[in-house]
């Protein structure tokens, strides 16, 4: 359980970041959050296919939508400068959740 929850919820932060970049309106803070969607779609993309295996394909869709639509409705709400520090902060709690779940054992 303790499992499942980290995997999904830093899929979930991966999808908020790449969600809320992709919908940034400022070009030079797009830029800024580059990095931040390179690493979210690599380390979201092997998580899913782990994670899907481990826990099923429903948790995992379900886990991609719950952190796309924060990502959308924010950029909607907020100035871009906050959306990049928002970005930010949910792709470092995804890493610290990454280095979390790494450190379970493997199913075998």
Same mark, same amino acid.
């Given at each position: 359980?303790?499992?499942?929850?980290?995997?999904?919820?830093?899929?979930?932060?991966?999808? =908020? /970041?790449?969600?809320?970049?992709?919908?940034?309106?400022?070009?030079?803070?797009? +830029?800024?959050?580059?990095?931040? +969607?390179?690493?979210?779609?690599?380390?979201? =993309?092997?998580?899913?296919?782990?994670?899907?295996?481990?826990?099923?394909?429903?948790? %995992?869709?379900?886990?991609?939508? %719950?952190?796309?639509?924060?990502?959308?409705?924010?950029?909607?709400?907020?100035?871009?400068?906050?959306?990049?520090?928002? %970005?930010?902060?949910?792709?470092? %709690?995804?890493? +610290?959740? /990454?280095?979390?779940? +790494?450190?379970?054992?493997?199913?075998?």
């Amino acid at each position: 359980m303790t499992e499942a929850l980290t995997y999904l919820s830093a899929i979930g932060l991966f999808s =908020f /970041v790449t969600m809320a970049s992709a919908m940034m309106r400022h070009e030079l803070l797009l +830029v800024a959050c580059m990095p931040a +969607v390179f690493v979210a779609l690599i380390m979201g =993309f092997v998580m899913a296919i782990y994670a899907n295996d481990a826990f099923g394909a429903m948790p %995992v869709g379900a886990a991609l939508i %719950v952190g796309a639509l924060p990502g959308w409705w924010l950029s909607r709400r907020i100035r871009p400068k906050e959306l990049a520090i928002a %970005v930010y902060l949910g792709w470092t %709690v995804a890493l +610290v959740l /990454v280095l979390v779940a +790494v450190g379970f054992p493997d199913r075998g």
